[in-house]
């Protein structure tokens, strides 16, 4: 394997900036997991095999605890948000499911992922039985406002994994083009995760604050990933260092390494990403292109800069228990080391 460069640890375990949060909606997601369980059920017995592959591989269910906090927040009184944020979990997996497939991954979460043990079509068909799941229970929810929310969101999730294939393998993808494919890809279910809880209480301000506050946490989430695929501990990463690279994948580290590097460096990123030579030798030299142009740490303080704007989008919100939890939440996405 490459060199493994240590990007910015976290100031506590990695999981820690989560206690808060976890313990604060504890009974809820008591709730949504037990749902979550019998939703994956079915009479075909492989789709509960490679549903809870997933499902139960370790995940923090960040994104229905992003639900269930939003929904305290906003101080809503009933249950609809545990159907929510389970239907918020099946979507995550579903995406998985899908990015898998797409990417060729043979690993997601340290295991096999579930392409490499069931294949490529039971994933695929997994996935849009998970999706379909999600759908039901958000229309079980009887809120327009929540299913206009959701669907939404499981449209532009699609749309960003589209921009994602056609900037693939071209490494003259702009900042902006890519902060669009994972604005889509990655902070719409964040932003949809949150707002759908104040939605339910026909707060509008409350309601565009907290998705502000998710799409801005969902883009550092997403930035700090493309750090740590180059910068990462490969135990904690749940993959292996470098897929992104290996995969032609054009995240932000590389675009600032392209846009700083020299003529003979954009040769290098031309052969690798675009032509496919990126075995272990050229990722070594990849990540001391990085190092030798700030990408990695550039892209951290990117990282932090969306950290910082998803903290104020929450001032319209007096202070709580939910509100810290939803903060300590931005410094776990931004510090976290796995």
């Not at 949809?192 to 907290?210: F, H, R, S, Y």
């Not at 800069?305 to 709580?320: I, K, M, N, R």
């Amino acid at each position: 394997m490459g060199v493994v460069i240590p990007v910015e640890e976290p100031r506590h375990d990695g999981g820690s900036e989560l206690e808060a949060l976890s313990a604060l909606v504890a009974s809820d997601l008591s709730l949504v997991n037990s749902l979550i369980l019998s939703r994956t059920g079915s009479d075909v017995q492989m789709i509960p095999e490679v549903a809870n592959h997933l499902i139960e591989s370790g995940g923090k269910r960040l994104r229905p605890l992003l639900t269930l906090a939003a929904a305290k927040l906003a101080r809503y009184p009933g249950d609809g948000h545990i159907r929510l944020a389970a239907a918020v979990e099946f979507m995550h997996t579903a995406t998985l499911l899908h990015d898998d497939v797409v990417d060729e991954s043979e690993m997601r979460r340290g295991k096999a992922s579930a392409r490499m043990v069931w294949g490529n079509q039971a994933s695929v068909l997994v996935g849009d039985f998970l999706l379909g799941q999600a759908f039901r229970m958000m229309v079980e929810v009887g809120s327009l406002p929540g299913l206009d929310i959701l669907s939404t969101a499981a449209t532009v999730i699609a749309e960003g994994e589209v921009m994602q294939l056609a900037a693939a393998k071209n490494i003259a993808t702009t900042e902006d083009e890519y902060l669009a494919v994972i604005s889509a890809k990655t902070a719409a279910l964040f932003a949809a995760a949150c707002e759908v809880g104040p939605a339910l209480m026909g707060a509008t301000e409350e309601q565009d604050a907290a998705r502000s506050y998710g799409a801005n946490l969902g883009i550092a989430f997403q930035l700090v990933d493309d750090a740590l695929d180059y910068g990462g501990r490969e135990a904690k990463l749940g993959k292996k260092v470098g897929d992104d690279f290996r995969e032609g994948k054009i995240t932000l580290p590389v675009i600032f390494a392209v846009r700083r590097g020299s003529p003979g460096e954009r040769e290098f990123w031309k052969r690798t990403l675009e032509q496919g030579h990126a075995d272990d030798s050229a990722l070594e030299t990849a990540i001391e292109l990085l190092q030798r142009h700030g990408a990695i740490e550039e892209t951290l303080a990117r990282a932090r800069h969306y950290g910082a704007t998803a903290c104020e989008a929450l001032d319209v919100f007096p202070d709580s228990q939910a509100k810290r939890a939803l903060l300590d939440v931005i410094d776990f996405v931004t510090a976290r080391a796995h």
